[in-house]
């Protein structure tokens, strides 16, 4: 599966951006996808995680009743809609694919396809 992320930008403090992350292959609509991001410096975290239908959602407690993750499986495309965004949110997203259901969702290791990475940056 191949990835690619984008709607990373610049924003102020408690404004908003929808990231999404578009693949390609029907074996993407079967995958369970999370976001994780990376500040410099620190190790990549998990953000968000979604089931293959949807139904399934995980979220890191820090964005907890500020970020969306959605998916449309006719596009072939996860969402991640950030809202009051805070200067602590700024770093590189990325979108993964994690293929099956083995697997912690909280973890990079379990994911085997990875997106390029998108900048967003919040400005206090």
């Known amino acids: 599966v191949q990835l690619q992320a984008s709607g990373g930008g610049l924003v102020q403090a408690g404004g908003s951006l929808r990231l999404s992350c578009v693949a390609s292959g029907r074996a993407f609509r079967t995958s369970p996808v999370g976001w994780f991001r990376q500040a410099p410096g620190k190790e990549r975290e998990f953000v968000a995680g979604?089931?293959?239908?949807?139904?399934?959602?995980y979220y890191a407690d820090t964005v907890i009743g500020r970020f969306t993750i959605s998916r449309d499986n006719a596009l072939n495309t996860v969402y991640l809609q950030m809202n009051n965004l805070k200067s602590e949110d700024t770093a590189v997203y990325y979108c993964?694919?994690?293929?099956?259901?083995?697997?912690?969702?909280?973890?990079?290791?379990?994911?085997?396809?990875w997106g390029q990475g998108t900048q967003v940056t919040v400005s206090s």
């Open positions: 979604i089931g293959y239908s949807g139904t399934s959602v």
């Open positions: 993964a694919a994690k293929g099956t259901n083995s697997g912690s969702y909280y973890t990079p290791s379990s994911y085997p396809d």
